[in-house]
């Protein structure tokens, strides 16, 4: 039975009952849901709106549900428009004319956004805490190699000698952008809607701050059009998710051509890889590629909701009802992802000598040589030419700059010294990007102190 009797003499057709039914997703809102009516009903029994006799029977009645729904012995009837429907008509079963006051002063359209809401904040946290957790275990990570020399790429081409400790810490803080700006949102979100009703608040004399008090809100909305039809909170949330994968999608990226043969880098704990059905030999990074896969749907959950959000007028409408499933869907993503990449990389094996040895082979130190050069007087453009000059000769001869005889060197310019070894000595190379932000083990070493 619909909720609308009265104004209808017929029963909506089934198949156009199941189309129109949220309850097999929204079903998740459940304790968000009788948790909100508790405060409502809370609230309309203090401002007498209701009885305290009524309110009783409502408040042991809601409880009893919650129970009854968490232990399995009440199941979700599928044909229920919405879970708020379902948990009302429930309530009503229980204890009669009492329950059907529940909805006094309150439409769905309030409502779900409540309820919504009260979900998002709570996922907000979560999300977060894992975001953390990856956090703390690339620090972990870190702090073992501060000294571990890898190439630095641009264009994926060996550039400037950099530590795996300062490659890490590059993670940290996008992380940590995006640990704040989830802590934005959850400001946004955590503003309570209930008490907008329909569209056009109420005639009841209600104290909308009184349930926003009992429910861990911090304000409430300020205009009940906007209070029933804003989504914004939910689109940023979606947007914050997005921009995680982006990031774990780099990570994971890199996880993939690290743990290549042509790199090798890294080696991923055994449990943490899957094996070819046809190629013995084989050890595949499948985990890193479903989060870089993943990260698309999230991305498409973002347009799902904007496109269905531009073309509303205010205030509520049922193509709303649309916004659940694309953010259940990028918040279980963002958590999957994160719970398996956490101890994938804790498990994850960092082969140092691997990384040394193609930092030495790519003339990742030529900047360091002109610079040499530079310091001796050379003006940095014909330091440049004349290192451009050494590579090619290098190359040529089947040599590095750290191989290259000083009457080598010489030939190219009168200013190279026996000194010049030290300076393209990767280890030198490194210590000395000793500025803030660089990857001197001494800058990074600070930067880590930040974060512990
Ligand atoms: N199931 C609906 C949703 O998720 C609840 C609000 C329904 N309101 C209405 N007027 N039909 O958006």
Redesign the pocket.
């Known amino acids: 039975m619909e909720l609308w009797q009265g104004r209808f003499k017929k029963e909506l057709d089934s198949k156009t009952n199941s189309f129109n039914s ?1 309850i097999s997703f ?1 079903y998740r809102l459940f304790e968000q849901d009788i948790t909100g009516s508790l405060a409502h009903t809370k609230m309309l029994a203090k401002q007498g709106i209701i009885s305290e006799e009524d309110f009783s029977k409502i408040e042991n009645a809601l409880k009893e549900i919650l129970e009854d729904i968490k232990i399995g012995k009440l199941k979700i009837n599928e044909n229920a428009e ?1 879970i ?1 429907t379902f948990i009302e008509e429930e309530l009503t079963k229980k204890i009669g004319t009492a329950g059907k006051k529940l909805h006094t002063a309150r439409s ?2 309030d409502q ?1 956004a409540l309820d919504i809401r009260m979900y998002l904040k709570e996922e907000t946290i979560e999300i977060q805490k894992l975001v953390k957790q990856l956090q703390k275990v690339m620090l972990e990570m870190a702090e073992k190699h501060l000294d571990t020399v890898m190439p630095g790429y641009t264009h994926l081409q060996r550039a400037q000698p950099i530590t795996f400790a300062h490659y890490l810490m590059a993670y940290l803080e996008m992380l940590s952008r995006d640990i704040e700006r989830l802590s934005e949102n959850y400001n946004r979100i955590n503003v309570m809607p209930l008490g907008s009703c329909a569209l056009a608040g109420t005639t009841h004399n209600i104290d909308r701050e009184y349930t926003a008090k009992l429910l861990g809100f911090d304000s409430v909305t300020l205009n009940s059009l906007d209070g029933v039809s804003d989504r914004d909170f939910l689109i940023e949330l979606s947007f914050n998710i997005s921009m995680i994968m982006m990031h774990l999608s780099r990570l994971s990226e890199e996880i993939i051509l690290y743990s290549s043969w042509e790199f090798k880098f890294i080696e991923l704990d055994d449990s943490f890889s899957t094996g070819s059905s046809i190629m013995p030999q084989k050890k595949n990074p499948d985990i890193a590629e479903l989060v870089r896969g993943k990260t698309g749907r999230t991305y498409g959950d973002l347009f799902t909701l904007l496109t269905m959000m531009k073309g509303l007028p205010l205030a ?1 409408n ?1 193509d ?2 649309e916004d ?1 499933e694309a953010i259940f869907d990028s918040i279980d993503t963002v958590k999957i992802c994160l719970n398996t990449l956490i101890p994938m990389l804790s498990t994850m094996k960092v082969l140092k000598n691997n990384m040394k040895k193609s930092a030495e082979k790519g003339f990742i130190n030529a900047t360091d040589c002109a610079d040499y050069l530079t310091k001796k007087g050379v003006p940095f453009r014909e330091a440049y030419k004349i290192t451009g000059e050494l590579v090619s000769y290098s190359i040529d001869n089947d040599k590095t700059l750290e191989t290259l005889d000083i009457s080598e060197y010489k030939q190219f310019c009168d200013k190279f010294d026996n000194d010049i070894y030290d300076e393209i000595n990767l280890t030198t190379c490194v210590n000395k990007r000793n500025v803030i932000g660089g990857p001197a083990p001494e800058q990074v070493k600070k930067h880590m102190e930040k974060y512990k």
């Open positions: 949220s929204d919405d708020h769905r359209n779900v509520y049922k709303m009802q659940k």
